[in-house]
C-alpha cells in the first residue's frame, strides 16, 4: 500500500464551488505539505505543517485553506474554485528526525475547474 | 533570481548508455541539501537521491549517481545503463536549511526520452 495517498485522484469542478482534496500518510512523519505544478513552472508550496498545532503559508496560499485534523491527515481546501486554480496538487511529508528531510510525494490530484 | 536552474528542456539518450542531466543552484546559506525527483508520465513525484551540501562523497543511489560540485554549484544527475523505464521528467530541487528549511525549491524540469 501507498504511503501516501491522495483523495480524489482526478476532479473536475466548476468555478465558485468549494472543494476539498485529502491526504493521508502511515509513515509517521510530522511534516506535511501541499504543492502545485503547473506546466513549465515546476513545483509550489502552498501550505505546511509541522505538527497538528502548527500551520503556515507558503508562496502562494491565496484562495487555498488547510486543516491539519490529525498526525496522519492534511487536507487543503478551495473555498470558492476558479479557473487558474486548474493545476497539479501534489501532499508531501518528511521525517524532522532525519538531518535530510527528503519530502516524499504522494501521487498527485489532477483538478480542473471550469 | 532563479534558486534551481536545470538548462536541458530534453534530452535524448540510447537505452543502455549513460546520461548526465544538469542542475546548478544559488543559494548563500551554507547548509543545504540537494534533491533529484523522477516523474514519469503517470504523474507521482518519485524521490531519487539527495546530496547534502557538507557531504564529502558524492551520493549513490543504484544507478543514479549524484556528481556534487561544490564550488560551481551543480548537482548533476547521472543516470547509468538507461532504461526504457528512465523515460520521465526530473526535478532538481534544493532545501535551505537556515533561510527556508520549510521547503524545496524545484527546477523546471528535464524531460528525459530513453529510446530502443
Known amino acids: 500500500d501507498a504511503d501516501v495517498t491522495q483523495t480524489p485522484r482526478n476532479r473536475i469542478t466548476k468555478t465558485g464551488k468549494r472543494i476539498m482534496l485529502e491526504c493521508s500518510q502511515t509513515?509517521?512523519?510530522?511534516?506535511m505539505y501541499w504543492y502545485r505544478q503547473d506546466p513549465g513552472l515546476g513545483l509550489r508550496l502552498i501550505y505546511y505543517?509541522?505538527?497538528?498545532?502548527?500551520?503556515n503559508k507558503g508562496e502562494i496560499s491565496d484562495g487555498y485553506s488547510v486543516s491539519r485534523q490529525a498526525q496522519a491527515k492534511f487536507s487543503l481546501s478551495l473555498e470558492s474554485a476558479i479557473p487558474n486554480q486548474t493545476a497539479l496538487y501534489f501532499c508531501?511529508?518528511?521525517?524532522?528526525?532525519?538531518?535530510?528531510?527528503?519530502?516524499?510525494f504522494g501521487p498527485g490530484t489532477r483538478l480542473l475547474v471550469l | 533570481a532563479q534558486k534551481i536552474t536545470q538548462t536541458q528542456p530534453g534530452m535524448f539518450v540510447q537505452e543502455k548508455e549513460a546520461v548526465t542531466l544538469d542542475c546548478t543552484y544559488d543559494?548563500?546559506?551554507?547548509?543545504?541539501?540537494l534533491f533529484w525527483y523522477k516523474q514519469p508520465s503517470s504523474g507521482e513525484m518519485i524521490f531519487l537521491i539527495y546530496?547534502?551540501?557538507?557531504?564529502?562523497q558524492n551520493a549513490t543511489e543504484g544507478r543514479y549517481s549524484l556528481n556534487f560540485q561544490k564550488a560551481r554549484k551543480s548537482a548533476n544527475l547521472v543516470i547509468s545503463a538507461s532504461q526504457l523505464g528512465d523515460s520521465a521528467m526530473y526535478f532538481c530541487?534544493?532545501?535551505?536549511?537556515?533561510?527556508?528549511?520549510?521547503?524545496?525549491?524545484f527546477g523546471t524540469g528535464t524531460r528525459l526520452l530513453v529510446s530502443p
Open positions: 508531501a511529508t518528511s521525517d524532522h528526525g532525519t538531518g535530510e528531510e527528503t519530502q516524499y
Open positions: 509513515k509517521g512523519h510530522d511534516r
Open positions: 505543517s509541522f505538527d497538528v498545532k502548527d500551520i
Open positions: 543559494t548563500s546559506d551554507p547548509s543545504y541539501g
Open positions: 546530496q547534502g551540501s557538507y557531504d564529502q
Open positions: 530541487a534544493m532545501r535551505e536549511v537556515n533561510t527556508g528549511f520549510q521547503k524545496l525549491v
